[in-house]
């Protein structure tokens, strides 16, 4: 059966190329391409997101027995995520190339850094402490469609 | 251990990374003016005081600076754990380092005993207390797996080059040990190839798929790499105890050289595959970086094929000086327009989020995203700047007339790199005012 780590690191990287087609689109000035990049990030970031918020995150509190330890700082990174994926939205929806790609790029930092505590911390700890119930809580993540 | 505390959100106030940073450049442009003051003479041999004194001044002042300062940044990131005391450890890092790194380094040059003992002093204290912090801040890390092997050996390393180096400069003093020259190639390597590139390794481990979304680097060569390098450079302190015949230390520089060689083809070939079409100024330096340092080892390596190779001469600092301008600089000047604009973006996001959460301040102020923290237009000219400065001072060891052109371009270009993080951090100044609630 996949880790945890696994599967949510490889859900990194899905995100991160949606993300990486939106910038090349964006930069080639391609908006029709650039439109459809975004709205396919935006589903795959969000699904990310709420298979972690729903289903991980509180599996994990259950064993560091409070949610206002590790991942209620993922949580509000979550939250800085969509708010800069707005801003990209609204600069994508104006058109204006060069506040788009800086503001894509600030996001991408902002993921990536997150990503790394997230792969190289809260995972494999997850990993350790969920071996029990991690077949089940794997089997909902798989099938999550974000709301 | 309580799970509940682990702490994922210590980023240090933005001043401590930022003086550090800021603070780096201003040594490389010393370093220029102390080598225009010296002359070319000064190029005649790696033992004129002169040269020993003014490379001082680039790597405690530029390298180690910016090094301190980015691993004060990427500890909480990639350990889970900071600096014990992060910003004490920092203020007095920073300020004995930035004192003690003029007084080592001219007093080197100048041959002025007290200077190198008041700036040793200095600089022994800095870089022994940001090691015993970085130790403690690894030891204490639940993180596993290659960077963190490498963050551990390169800090060894260091650990190794300041008492080689203390060991040095005390015979210097002459109130030292016996001061046999092979100790200062042993100093030499431990700086360069275990601090200076192991930190570099393993930092480009998280940087290099990160920023330019590469594949990662391949498993076995991210797990062995900082070892292998590690193994081989404890085997090369050898013979300063135990009579090795030559050949024999020969081929373990040899197998130094072809690792050193692997990490720059591997993450090569990784660039060559990144997935981000848009090559920004980062990735030119990184470029930079990987090509001087197949050519700083191609050089070396060429010295000891053909004999009569280079000429005595400034020639023969060649393969060093791309090593440390060519890959190290380069690479740092990259990574500090990644690092700079997104700390200054990150912290006034958090102070927007702060004003938010109290509903106080400005909610909604529209900060500069990374693009906007730093002009890109400027970013694009420094690099040029470097690019010029690299190949005038490379020439400059070919034919003396390019020494004054070259040092200028040098002095030009981290006086631009300066200024360029100076906008970063008045845009910092000018926000964080305007977020403040007592500005509505």
Request: charged residues 15%; aromatic residues 10%; contains cysteine.
């Amino acid at each position: 059966m996949q880790t945890i780590q696994d599967f949510f690191t490889h859900d990194h990287r899905d995100c991160d190329h949606r993300l990486a087609d939106l910038e090349s689109a964006v930069a080639d000035q391609d908006w029709p391409a650039a439109e459809t990049a975004c709205a396919r990030f935006h589903h795959d970031l969000e699904r990310h997101l709420q298979r972690e918020e729903t289903l991980l995150f509180p599996a994990i509190d259950t064993f560091t027995g409070s949610s206002g330890g590790p991942t209620e700082v993922m949580r509000r990174e979550h939250d800085q995520m969509r708010a800069l994926l707005t801003d990209v939205q609204d600069t994508l929806a104006r058109r204006a190339v060069d506040p788009c790609l800086g503001n894509i790029e600030t996001l991408m930092t902002l993921i990536q850094l997150h990503n790394v505590k997230e792969e190289q911390i809260l995972y494999p700890m997850a990993d350790k402490h969920l071996s029990a119930g991690r077949d089940h809580l794997m089997g909902q993540v798989r099938t999550l469609e974000p709301a | 251990m309580n799970l509940s505390r682990l702490s994922l959100d210590r980023t240090p106030p933005l001043w401590v990374p930022l003086q550090f940073m800021i603070t780096a450049p201003l040594f490389a442009v010393l370093f220029a003016l102390l080598m225009l003051w010296l002359g070319p003479q000064t190029l005649l041999s790696r033992w004129m005081p002169g040269l020993i004194g003014a490379t001082h001044i680039l790597v405690l002042g530029y390298l180690a600076m910016v090094m301190f300062g980015a691993m004060q940044q990427l500890l909480p990131v990639v350990a889970g754990s900071p600096l014990p005391k992060d910003l004490l450890t920092s203020r007095v890092t920073h300020g004995l380092l930035a004192l003690g790194t003029p007084f080592l380094g001219i007093g080197l040059a100048t041959q002025a005993h007290w200077a190198v003992m008041l700036g040793g002093t200095l600089v022994l204290g800095a870089v022994a207390l940001f090691i015993l912090g970085a130790l403690i801040s690894l030891a204490r890390s639940r993180a596993r797996g290659p960077t963190l092997t490498g963050l551990w050996l390169a800090v060894i390393s260091l650990l190794m080059a300041m008492v080689l180096g203390g060991w040095l400069a005390s015979g210097h003093l002459g109130q030292g040990w016996p001061l046999p020259r092979y100790l200062t190639n042993i100093h030499l390597i431990w700086a360069l190839f275990g601090w200076i590139a192991l930190l570099i390794a393993a930092v480009a481990y998280q940087v290099v798929p990160m920023f330019q979304m590469t594949p990662e680097y391949p498993r076995l060569f991210a797990r062995g790499y900082a070892p292998v390098v590690f193994s081989l450079l404890v085997l090369l302190t050898l013979p300063a105890w135990l009579h090795l015949p030559e050949w024999l230390t020969l081929l373990m520089g040899m197998a130094l050289a072809i690792a050193l060689a692997a990490f720059a083809v591997v993450t090569l070939w990784l660039q060559s595959r990144r997935r981000r079409r848009n090559a920004d100024v980062t990735v030119y330096f990184w470029r930079t970086g990987l090509i001087a340092l197949l050519a700083a080892i191609a050089l070396w390596a060429l010295a000891h094929l053909l004999p009569g190779w280079p000429p005595r001469g400034p020639l023969m600092l060649l393969p060093v000086w791309l090593f440390l301008a060519g890959f190290a600089m380069s690479i740092i000047n990259g990574m500090l327009y990644k690092i700079v604009p997104f700390l200054v973006w990150l912290h006034l996001n958090n102070q927007r989020l702060n004003n938010q959460r109290l509903s106080t301040g400005n909610l909604r102020a529209p900060i500069p995203n990374m693009h906007e923290v730093i002009p890109l237009k400027l970013t694009r000219w420094q690099l040029y700047l470097h690019w010029l400065a690299l190949t005038g001072t490379v020439g400059a060891l070919f034919w003396s007339g390019l020494f004054v052109p070259a040092l200028l371009l040098l002095a030009a270009s981290n006086g631009l790199l300066t200024w360029n993080l100076a906008q970063g951090a008045q845009q910092f100044r000018c926000w964080h005012r305007r977020l403040k609630p007592s500005a509505n």
